[in-house]
């Protein structure tokens, strides 16, 4: 069984300040890692994602996320954000297709508040 | 850039009564998937359809619950004698099979009310 825990469920942070929204995973296997943002009345929308490779991964809107397996950690992070930022985001992860299984299991979302 | 919609955006309805939830997946994709969000919860999975199969479900999805791909664009959700509990934000997406990258698009969501 997989299972998410993302530690803060709200973060305040000033704009232009740097933030970091942490994300752990617990997995009896390999896994692919998410990160998904919802703003205010939409959908998710993926930022980015780890399959394999170079552990530190770039997404959309400046976000970068790091897969360290010794932590089982995907911390996601932003040098500076804008009011823009402000949103819910979720970490996911999910097996690797050759497992037959597809499901996204979430963690229970943080809330990021950027303020002026 | 094509995207997941669904409709209704919302819906209030009766507890006992059935209700249908739709997405239209982005067209190339070949899984469909139904996940849900009880409010200030974590977002669940319920199930996943290929092939014009369930291919995956979790302990949530019930008899209760049934999926269908009626035509060549649209995936159901049917719920056929809601519940309060089964009052959440229900989210529809698409992934396009193809391994090894497997990203799920989501829907902006149905807010279902059960009263």
């Known amino acids: 069984a997989q299972s998410v825990t993302q530690l803060d469920s709200q973060v305040p942070v000033f704009e232009e300040a740097p933030v970091e929204l942490r994300c752990n995973y617990s997995s009896s296997v390999s896994v692919y890692l998410f990160w998904y943002v919802q703003y205010p009345n939409q959908g998710l929308q993926l930022l980015l994602k780890y399959l394999s490779g170079s552990t530190l991964v770039k997404g959309i809107n400046g976000f970068e996320a790091e897969f360290n397996k010794s932590q089982t950690s995907f911390h996601l992070r932003k040098p500076s954000v804008h009011i823009s930022d402000t949103a819910e985001y979720f970490c996911?992860?999910?097996?690797?297709?050759?497992?037959?299984?597809?499901?996204?299991?979430f963690g229970s979302g943080t809330r990021l508040q950027v303020q002026p | 850039e094509p995207e997941v919609t669904q409709t209704p955006s919302h819906q209030v309805t009766q507890m006992g009564q059935e209700v249908i939830l739709r997405c239209v997946p982005i067209?190339?994709?070949?899984?469909f998937y139904w996940y849900r969000q009880i409010l200030g919860q974590k977002v669940e999975f319920l199930v996943s359809f290929y092939n014009n199969e369930i291919s995956e479900k979790s302990e949530i999805f019930d008899d209760q619950f049934s999926v269908e791909r009626p035509d060549g664009s649209n995936f159901t959700l049917k719920i056929r004698s809601t519940k309060l509990e089964d009052s959440a934000m229900y989210f529809c997406?698409?992934?396009?099979?193809?391994?090894?990258?497997?990203?799920?698009?989501f829907g902006p969501g149905t807010r279902l009310l059960v009263l």
């Open positions: 067209s190339n994709h070949l899984y």
């Open positions: 997406a698409s992934s396009t099979g193809l391994a090894p990258e497997e990203t799920q698009y």
């Open positions: 996911a992860v999910s097996s690797p297709v050759d497992t037959g299984r597809r499901a996204l299991t």
